[in-house]
């Protein structure tokens, strides 16, 4: 066996415990759930990828493949949420069950925190990961007509403007290049659309003002790097899940995208869970959830 494949396989059965630890919320994802070893026997890891390297920063993702399919797949890309000041890839992993459940493959992306480089970063980091995904293509068996953003809070931020940056913005300086890379939806979990909101006024939060930290030019980043800053008629189908009562990401953020998109003529949804905190909800509203997520890439022929 490969050196790389042995990495793979400890770091499988480590990803695997941490399943077992968040699993409560991703077993209510589908009907029916494969035990977690079965769900490890059937998929390889490929960890700590690097897709990039930015001040002095090496950037890595892992990739999550099925074992025994060889042909191209729907492809998820996660971006986790930590109000782009902490977090890890490895820490929601459990997100990725879903997917991996219906024979997709996966790629799990970090970037960089606030505590290493300020806005737009993070930005520039997730949209380099995207261009690796379609470059990475043939290699990885991708399905570049099935690729879908996703992420919570500021992942949910990060997996919009990914998805709806248009081509050739300074943004994607960091790692310029020609591909297209236009997604096939964004599935976005209480992201922040509107950053310049949460930095002063009643919805400041201080996750968003550590971010831009003392840029003379916060206000300009701040509207560079806002999803709603590129809303028009020809971005990719989005669909948002916000709880009404979120503490942390106001749920203003949800509708003033809604209302956006809506008269930009842009296909969307939102899924509003009635009383939900950020994050907090039930298990009946998880469920709920995933059956309008699917819902909505069948409508859009992600899936079948």
């Known amino acids: ?12 059965h480590i990803y695997l415990l941490a399943f077992v630890l968040t699993l409560s919320i991703a077993t209510l994802a589908q009907e029916t759930t494969p ?3 079965q769900i490890g ?7 700590d990828v690097v897709y990039a390297t930015a001040n002095n920063t090496q950037l890595k993702l892992d990739i999550w493949y099925p074992r025994d399919n060889p042909e191209p797949t729907p492809t ?10 902490f977090g890890t890839k490895e820490g929601a992993v459990y997100q990725l069950l879903p997917y991996l459940e219906r ?6 992306v970090e970037y960089r925190m606030a505590g290493n480089s300020l806005a737009p970063a993070a930005v520039e980091d997730v949209r380099c990961a995207v261009r690796w995904v379609f470059r990475n293509a043939k290699q990885w068996k991708f399905d570049t007509s099935k690729i879908v953003l996703t992420g919570q809070s500021a992942g949910g931020h990060l997996s919009l403007i990914a998805g709806m940056l248009p081509k050739g913005t300074p943004i994607d300086n960091q790692c310029y290049g020609d591909e297209d890379l236009k997604v096939a939806a964004i599935v976005n979990w209480y992201g922040i659309t509107d950053v310049n909101d949460l930095l002063q006024g009643p919805n400041l939060k201080n996750y968003a003002v550590m971010w831009m930290g003392s840029q003379a030019n916060a206000e300009k980043i701040a509207h560079q790097v806002s999803p709603l800053t590129y809303v028009r008629s020809d971005l990719p189908p989005i669909i948002t899940i916000h709880g009404n009562k979120d503490s942390v990401v106001p749920y203003s953020q949800a509708t003033r995208l809604n209302d956006a998109l809506d008269k930009a003529h842009a296909p969307n949804k939102l899924v509003t869970i009635k009383g939900g905190d950020h994050g907090m909800f039930t298990q009946e509203q998880y469920k709920m959830s995933y059956s309008e997520i699917w819902a909505f890439l069948r409508e859009h022929k992600v899936i079948n």
Do not use: C, E
């Open 1 to 12: 066996m490969k050196k790389s494949s042995l990495i793979g396989v400890f770091a499988k």
């Open 35 to 37: 035990t977690l070893l």
């Open 41 to 47: 026997d059937r998929y390889w890891m490929q960890p």
């Open 76 to 85: 998820v890309v996660f971006i986790h949420g930590g109000g782009w000041v």
């Open 103 to 108: 024979g997709w493959r996966a790629v799990n």
